[in-house]
């Protein structure tokens, strides 16, 4: 296997198995050969027509799916798999030109996105930082600054990169946990969009501020007792976010949780 694959595949001992849908035959023909060759095995698809019934049978650690496809296109197919519950990580390859794909494959469940024209290079790094990102830390792997962050109703395990309500697990896109430790990590500590795109790694230097804000929506969805009017994670105004883990110091919009780190 290739190094830069070693330790990615969740404790199993062989290759990341990755998927490619897209309908252009000689895209799908070179980075099956160039992916081989750092170590994945890769299988490809034409389109996404049948992709939860493939997925029912078998499962790849990751999926690149590309956004233009027809009948049913990538965003459609990111759909219907989230709505089945399935939480195979999912790369999203979009046309440059096109940034609304990328905050609709972000919107729809997709943990990074890449654009078209693309060095096969490239996908593999993000390839590699999703996996990164999606393989549980062995039990009892200590975590540097504390294992756990409990705020509101909420218990967030940073060795099995897992939050918990009560007894319940939270499903959490691989994306959307790596803001929400990013902040856990931070409390108090006002934000910005760009210092946010590095603490949560994955999204690459091309990501751009709209798709934080797409994910900090989903997140005060999750976590938000009203996420109308924040608490836990709130907006400072012309700057980023801070999390206030307690809920109740400061104000929306306020910058008076400590000094702000860009």
Not at 4 to 19: E, L, Q
Not at 100 to 125: C, M, N, Q, S, W
Request: hydrophobic fraction near 35%; glycine fraction near 8%.
């Amino acid at each position: 296997m290739a190094a830069s694959t070693a330790g990615y595949t969740n404790g199993m001992k062989r290759p990341p198995w990755i998927w490619i849908v897209d309908d252009d035959p000689e895209l799908r023909r070179l980075l099956e050969q160039y992916l081989a060759t750092q170590g994945f095995e890769v299988r490809s698809f034409p389109d996404a027509r049948d992709i939860e019934r493939r997925l029912q049978r078998l499962r790849p650690d990751l999926l690149v799916l590309d956004v233009m496809m027809p009948e049913v296109d990538g965003l459609e197919a990111c759909r219907r798999i989230r709505a089945s519950g399935d939480d195979v990580p999912i790369i999203m390859l979009t046309a440059r030109n096109e940034p609304l794909h990328r905050v609709a494959g972000i919107e729809t469940g997709a943990d990074d996105y890449l654009g078209k024209p693309f060095l096969p290079r490239e996908l593999t790094a993000r390839i590699n930082a999703v996996l990164r990102r999606r393989t549980p830390l062995p039990p009892g792997t200590p975590v540097a600054d504390g294992e756990e962050v409990r705020f509101g109703d909420f218990r967030l395990d940073l060795a099995t990169r897992t939050l918990w309500r009560g007894a319940e697990a939270v499903d959490l896109t691989s994306g959307e946990f790596s803001l929400l430790a990013a902040f856990a990590r931070h409390p108090h500590k006002p934000l910005s969009r760009e210092r946010l795109m590095e603490l949560a790694p994955g999204r690459g230097a091309e990501s751009f501020e709209r798709s934080i804000d797409v994910q900090i929506s989903r997140l005060r969805k999750t976590i938000e007792k009203d996420p109308g009017t924040p608490r836990l994670i709130q907006t400072v105004w012309g700057f980023g976010y801070v999390f206030v883990p307690n809920g109740n110091e400061g104000n929306e919009g306020n910058d008076n949780s400590g000094p702000a780190e860009s």
